[in-house]
């Protein structure tokens, strides 16, 4: 029942933002169109960025379903890009009303658990300190999400596949590299 309203008042958001900005729609707006009352709103979320949050995640989520590791990452950030243009109407009213700090933070948190999955994979079998792996996590998590926000900045008009092949080239054995270097950073 609990994910069943979430998933209403994600549909009612996303509905609501076709027709309006988001920084016109009220909590009111939402629990009218999803048939609920306030108090149900207040027991799944704090406040509409609370919720603007969640579904920025849960759609990521279900856009990398699997794609953590090294073989198939380019394919999970792919489907980031492919969910973010499903959602182009959403994306770009959040993008424009609520803060740079928040899109980057729903972003990150995004991009953050399938970069942190590859490193983990690439250090099996090595006995690199936990803050190294985050530190090489979060430097391409960086990466990812400037990029991301530029595109989207731009109102995404270029081609995803070809950002994610130029982001593949650039990327390629480097994070395996980083590894390396950490390591022997260690050892010295």
Not at 86 to 103: A, T
Not at 119 to 139: M, N, P, R, T, Y
Not at 167 to 172: D, K, N, T
Request: hydrophobic share 35%; with cysteine; net charge neutral.
């Amino acid at each position: 029942m609990e994910n069943r309203t979430k998933l209403a008042l994600e549909a009612s958001l996303k509905k609501l933002l076709l027709h309006k900005q988001m920084d016109k729609i009220t909590i009111n707006d939402l629990t009218e169109d999803c048939g609920i009352s306030r108090m149900t709103f207040y027991y799944h979320f704090k406040d509409i960025y609370d919720l603007v949050e969640w579904v920025c995640v849960e759609d990521g989520k279900r856009a990398l379903q699997g794609k953590k590791t090294y073989d198939t990452w380019q394919e999970g950030i792919g489907q980031i890009f492919e969910a973010v243009i499903e959602n182009k109407p959403f994306i770009l009213n959040v993008y424009r009303c609520v803060s740079r700090e928040r899109i980057e933070s729903y972003l990150y948190k995004l991009t953050y658990s399938l970069i942190a999955g590859v490193v983990e994979e690439k250090c099996q079998g090595s006995d690199l300190a936990g803050e190294d792996k985050i530190f090489i996590a979060e430097f391409y998590k960086y990466g990812f999400v400037g990029i991301m926000l530029d595109w989207i900045g731009h109102g995404m008009k270029d081609d995803y596949k070809q950002i994610v092949e130029k982001m593949s080239i650039a990327l390629r054995g480097n994070i395996a590299h980083s590894i390396h270097n950490f390591e022997q950073r260690k050892k010295n």
